[in-house]
């Protein structure tokens, strides 16, 4: 018989892993947008309805135009200006217009919305006649009904879910140094509100091994690097970086994940949460102001890293001019061809600068 | 699955009066002429940080010699206000009028008269009850509190690891304990002081508690109390909900979303960098780009909220207590601005520059 040496024996590894695994549907979505997302990288959210569409996925944002998607609450809730009650009811109107649109998967592009519409079915799950309440309330205040929907999923799920077939049918590219042929060095940093919150239940390897990022970043050629920060929050910390007094706490959290990460020589950062996107992304400049340090290490959403492997207009699509740490040098390791001297230009190459 | 559903709407077909795309006109963004002689001549169109000292007295005087009617009118008269701009309608006078103190005081004022209309909803009856109730009843009662305790054994897990405790003057432990204790007096100085809003709500306390606790959701619940209370002006970083107040709701009730893509102004975003003001200085342009609504009929980014949609929202939060937190943070202000013998205006500056 042959021993086994090895720590953890597959099939033990493979019920460890079923534990934090989660029923991903192939189609049907309805699609929340994030009001972050939508503000600072318009490019990341204008790719995700492309990406559904290249699969020919059924999916949808409002049946009718009077009957729109709205923002979760989910910032006004964590920044303490929104009684629980008021989110309860803004995602129960979200799970009403899935159901008016006929489907029991929502998927959000915000980790903030994500980490809201699991604690309302938590909520639900564990507060006996909470359902009736919102139920009533729902129905008083705009004649709707709604009912839980089955599956709630990020949309960093569904990129995950058809990491491969992205990149057999559509990828262009490869996070792969173009000149060396080895593979690009990728941090994940996943945002504390899809890792943290309900680990076993919503979170793809849970909390500590968290694979939603880094299982994109390998299968699209890139290598996964660990390093002793990699679970720290960003700092974005809702009231802490909209009210400026506060952002000292962003730029201290940034700059501890910065200097834990550096020394392991990272290509790019890949992120699934627009709140963490932006303070990584437009923090590292005020840490060069302060400290004179110059990480510039690029930060992009996996929407980005996707269009830019599919081949996508950096600047017309993928728009990674929205970024403070320029992007093109992680270009010319891919070998993505752009045109710099369209960086700044409008609307049909309109010259604004 | 029915067939109801619609693919993304990038061109804004699907919306009504745009039935006859086609008309861009120029691809320069549309001016507001109509409201450009108002906006050079009135100070009350103007972003507060370029308000000066005389400017806020006359907006004051102004705002103040307008009924309710008047200053309702005359928003949406101006928010509706649209123009054809790259196959789609713009609508030039939301910049002008977002973040504004006309748009604050507007806000207060409609609110008032949401809440007079649609009346107290369970919830606000309940919100309303607890304020008279000991800090101790909350915290057996209030959904979140009770959700976020089950007994803590003051193992300093949470702290450990906890992102704002490493920088500032913070330990989710000792919070934790005080709620335990359930001494009124040490309730009633937490709620009083900046600790509580040190908290960063990002969850990194839960995933850790051996216990399955819930400090950062306790915390939620302990700063929602403070506010019901009026304990927060009691602390700078507390007083600071007159500002996220309007921030965040001030876009929720305009524009439902709790961020606006106007909000990241380079004066107050220094620390983006010098690539942040290229982009936001042309930023409907880069917007439009790539396929985004800045201030458009459209369903991506900063657009425009079907009336419909923002009406059905503006419901949910009035049954939610949401108008009924907002309006209690406003009178804790006021009664503080007052007693400061200052106007709500520089109060609200105050509070979002100090600490």
């Not at chain 1, 599956?151 to 992205?166: E, K, P």
């Not at chain 2, 000292?53 to 307008?66: F, H, M, Q, S, W």
């Not at chain 2, 107290?120 to 000991?134: N, T």
């Not at chain 2, 960098?273 to 200085?281: A, Q, V």
Request: proline content about 5%; overall charge neutral; hydrophobic content about 30%.
């Amino acid at each position: 018989m042959k021993e086994n040496n090895s720590l953890f024996s597959e099939t033990g590894r493979e019920s460890l892993w079923k534990r934090y695994i989660k029923d991903i549907p192939d189609d049907g979505y309805f699609l929340t947008l994030s009001c972050i997302l939508g503000a600072l990288y318009p490019g990341s959210e204008a790719m995700i309805p492309k990406v559904y569409d290249l699969f020919g996925l059924n999916w949808g944002t409002n049946p009718r135009p009077e009957s729109g998607w709205s923002c979760c609450s989910g910032i006004a809730y964590h920044g303490d200006i929104m009684p629980i009650e008021g989110t309860l009811l803004t995602v129960a109107r979200l799970w009403s217009i899935a159901q008016e649109i006929g489907v029991d998967t929502i998927t959000m592009s915000c980790v903030t919305s994500f980490g809201i519409h699991c604690e309302c079915r938590d909520l639900y799950e564990n507060e006996p006649g909470l359902k009736e309440k919102i139920d009533r309330l729902l129905k008083q205040s705009c004649g709707r009904e709604f009912e839980i929907p089955k599956y709630i999923l990020h949309t960093s799920d569904v990129f995950y879910h058809y990491r491969n077939q992205l990149r057999d049918n559509f990828m262009k590219f490869q996070l792969i140094d173009k000149k060396t042929g080895t593979p690009l060095n990728v941090v994940d940093h996943v945002g504390c509100h899809y890792s943290k919150l309900f680990p076993e239940e919503h979170s793809l390897g849970g909390s500590e091994y968290c694979e939603v990022l880094s299982g994109m970043a390998t299968a699209w050629g890139g290598k996964e690097i660990d390093y002793p920060e990699r679970r720290h929050c960003c700092g974005m910390g809702f009231r802490q970086c909209m009210i400026s007094p506060n952002r000292a706490g962003t730029m201290a959290s940034v700059h501890k994940k910065m200097k834990s990460m550096s020394p392991f020589q990272p290509d790019l950062i890949i992120t699934n949460c627009p709140g963490c996107q932006v303070f990584l992304d437009k923090e590292q400049w005020a840490i060069y102001e302060i400290t004179g340090k110059k990480y510039f290490i690029p930060v992009l959403t996996y929407q980005e890293v996707a269009g830019i492997l599919m081949g996508w207009d950096p600047y017309g699509v993928v728009g990674i001019q929205f970024h403070t740490v320029p992007v093109e040098p992680l270009l010319d390791k891919i070998g993505t061809p752009y045109n710099p001297s369209e960086a700044w230009l409008g609307i049909n190459k309109r010259q604004v600068y | 699955m029915t067939k109801t559903m619609k693919k993304f709407d990038l061109k804004n077909q699907a919306f009504p009066g745009q039935e006859t795309p086609g008309k861009n006109g120029s691809n320069e963004l549309p001016l507001p002429d109509h409201i450009q002689d108002i906006k050079d001549s009135c100070p009350w169109f103007q972003r507060d940080f370029n308000l000066s000292e005389k400017d806020r007295e006359v907006i004051r005087k102004y705002l103040d010699g307008l009924t309710d009617d008047e200053i309702i009118e005359i928003y949406y008269r101006m928010r509706d206000k649209k123009e054809l701009w790259d196959g789609g309608y713009f609508y030039p006078n939301l910049q002008i009028l977002f973040g504004t103190p006309f748009e604050r005081e507007k806000d207060r004022r409609e609110q008032k008269i949401w809440n007079e209309e649609y009346g107290e909803s369970e919830v606000v009856k309940w919100y309303k009850e607890a304020k008279e109730k000991p800090c101790v009843w909350w915290l057996e009662n209030h959904i979140i509190a009770r959700h976020s305790l089950n007994s803590c054994m003051s193992c300093g897990a949470c702290t450990a690891l906890c992102p704002a405790a490493e920088f500032l003057d913070y330990n989710p432990r000792i919070i934790m304990e005080t709620v335990q204790g359930k001494n009124e007096d040490a309730i009633t100085q937490l709620l009083k002081s900046d600790t509580i809003w040190y908290c960063f709500q990002c969850g990194s306390c839960k995933t850790k508690c051996p216990r399955k606790n819930n400090p950062f959701g306790m915390i939620s619940s302990l700063r929602q109390l403070s506010q019901i209370k009026g304990y927060h002006v009691y602390s700078i970083r507390g007083r600071q909900q007159y500002a996220a107040r309007h921030l965040w709701g001030g876009n929720l009730w305009n524009r439902a979303c709790t961020l606006y893509f106007r909000n990241i102004e380079v004066k107050t975003h220094r620390d983006f960098g010098p690539r942040h003001e290229l982009c936001f200085n042309h930023k409907e342009e880069y917007f439009r780009k790539i396929g985004a609504c800045p201030d458009m009929d459209g369903l991506l980014s900063g657009r425009k909220v079907h009336p419909e949609t923002l009406h059905e929202l503006r419901r949910l939060w009035q049954a939610g207590g949401a108008l009924y937190l907002w309006e209690h943070i406003e009178d804790s202000a006021k009664k503080q601005a007052d007693e400061s013998g200052i106007t709500i205006d520089e109060y609200h500056d105050k509070v979002k520059t100090e600490g």
